[in-house]
DNA sequence: GGATGTGAATAGGTTCACAGCG
DNA sequence: CGCTGTGAACCTATTCACATCC
C-alpha cells in the first residue's frame, strides 16, 4: 500500500550512484565556468567525466534542471543547482578518527578546500597528539568524541582507524549524533540504519586492479582505442 | 558470431563487483582461520562481510569451488583456491607516482604487508626525495619511469598526484607497460582499452556520505534494528 | 540540424526459492 | 533437518531511440 500523503513539491529522489556523478559534474562545471564558458552540453560533460551524454541527461533529470535544446546547459545556473541540491546551505561539520597516516593524508587533503563541508575535529588515543592543531584541526582524545560531537553538531565522521578499533569508534559516534561514515578500516561495520556507510578498502581497490591487469591482454597495435565514451 | 574456439577448461568468468568481495572473503577467511576453525558456512562468511549469504555462494560459485551441503566449506581449501585465483604466483610488483601525503600514507598502508603485491618503485618530481629510501622504497625522478617499470616488471600502478599531472603520467606509466591503475586523481584518465583503471574519489566520497547523512531521519528508538544481513 | 527530455529496451547484478545431498 | 548449488525472478542502472524544441 503506498502512502500517497507525499509533500506536493516533487522532491527528486536520486540514487547512490548519481549523487556520486554529480559531485563530478560538479567539480568539472568548476573548470568549464573557470574557462568563461557560459554553456555545456551534456556530451561536453560526459566526456570531462568519462561517462556517456545520455547518462548525464538522466542524471540532470532527477535534479530537476532542465537545459535548453540549441544552447545546452547554462554553466553557473546547473553549477549552482547541483550545488543546491548535494550541499546543505548551512555547511556540515566533519570528524576525523584516527590520526595516523592515512589520517593525515585526508586531513591535508580536505582542509580548507571547502567551505561547505569542514573537518573540525580529530580524534586520537595517543597522547601525544591531544591538545595540538593537526593540520588546521583541533585533535581530541577519544573519550571527549561525545562532548565534541555534539557540541559542534557533527554529523559526518571520517573513521581511519586500525579495522580491531572501527566498530566501537564507529559505535561511539553514532552515539553522539553522526549518521555519516566514510570508513577506511578494511571491516564490515554493523551499525543502525540511519547511518550511512561508505566504505573505502585500500587493499581491495590494489588487489582488483592488479587481478584486472592481468588478465588484460597486452597491447596489439600501436594505435589502440582510447577508453571512454 | 560468437568465437567457439574457447579452449576447454571452463575459465570462470567473475564481474568486478565479484572480484571485490572475494578479496574481503579472502581477508576474513584469514581470521577464520586464525581462529582455528576447519570450516565455515556461507552465511558465516556473509555476516562478517556485511552481505547476504546467497551472495557468498554466487560468487564461490564464480570461482568454481565447492562446499560440502553438510559442512560448509572448508576454510582452508576455500582461501587457498580464492588467492589462487586473485593472485599471480609469481607475485606482481607495483609502482606509486607522487609521494605527497596521500602517497606516503599509501605506501605505509601498503609496505611490507603483501608478499604477493609489492610497492617496489616511487616516483616524485621533488629532487629532494629522490635517491632516497622512502618507506621502504626506493624513490626516483618521474624521468625514470621508463626504465625503472620496464627492469621491475611492473605492472601495476598508484596514482597520487595532483589532477593536473594525472594523465600525462599515466600515458607515461602504460607507454612503460602498466596496464592497471589505481588513481586517486579527481580527473577521468584516458587510456588505451587494455588499461585497467580502478578510480578513488575521495572529494566525492566524502560528499556522498554528506549528502546521505542528511537524508538519514534521525534515530527514531532507543533500540534501533541494524544495518547488515 | 543538433540539442534536450524521456519512455522503452537492455544489461547487469542480486535475491528468491527450491532441488539435491549428506 | 540445514546446508549447498543454481535456474528463474526481480530489481536497479544504463543505454537506446525518438518526439520535441530552438
Redesign the pocket.
Known amino acids: 500500500m503506498p502512502d500517497d500523503r507525499t509533500p506536493n513539491l516533487k522532491l527528486p529522489t536520486a ?4 549523487i556520486g ?1 554529480l559531485s563530478l559534474y560538479r567539480r568539472m562545471l568548476n573548470i568549464v565556468k573557470a574557462e568563461g564558458r557560459p554553456y ?6 560526459a566526456a570531462l567525466c568519462g ?11 532527477s535534479i ?10 547554462d554553466t553557473s545556473e546547473l553549477l549552482w543547482s547541483i550545488e543546491d541540491f548535494l550541499y546543505d546551505p548551512k555547511g556540515q561539520n566533519v570528524a576525523l578518527v584516527g590520526v595516523g597516516n592515512l589520517g593525515r593524508a585526508i586531513l591535508a587533503y580536505f582542509t580548507g578546500r571547502r567551505p561547505r563541508l569542514s573537518v573540525v575535529a580529530a580524534f586520537d588515543n595517543d597522547p601525544a597528539k591531544h591538545s595540538r592543531v593537526i593540520l588546521g584541526c583541533r585533535c581530541y582524545p577519544l573519550d571527549q568524541i561525545e562532548p565534541v560531537v555534539r557540541a559542534q553538531e557533527i554529523r559526518v565522521g571520517i573513521l581511519t582507524v586500525p579495522a580491531s578499533a572501527a566498530q566501537l569508534v564507529a559505535e561511539r559516534l553514532v552515539e553522539a549524533g553522526v549518521c555519516g561514515l566514510l570508513n577506511f578500516a578494511p571491516m564490515a561495520l554493523r551499525l543502525p540504519l540511519h547511518v550511512h556507510v561508505e566504505d573505502i578498502d585500500l587493499a581491495m581497490s590494489l588487489e582488483k586492479v592488479a587481478f584486472f591487469s592481468r588478465r588484460r591482454s597486452r597491447p596489439v597495435a600501436a594505435t589502440d582505442k582510447v577508453a571512454g ?1
Chains 1, 2 share one sequence.
Do not use: E
Not at 64 to 73: A, L, V
Open positions: 540514487s547512490d550512484r548519481t556523478r555545456v552540453y551534456s556530451h561536453q560533460i561517462v556517456t551524454p545520455a547518462q548525464v541527461r538522466r542524471d540532470l533529470m530537476g534542471y532542465s537545459g535548453s535544446p540549441n544552447r545546452g546547459y565514451s
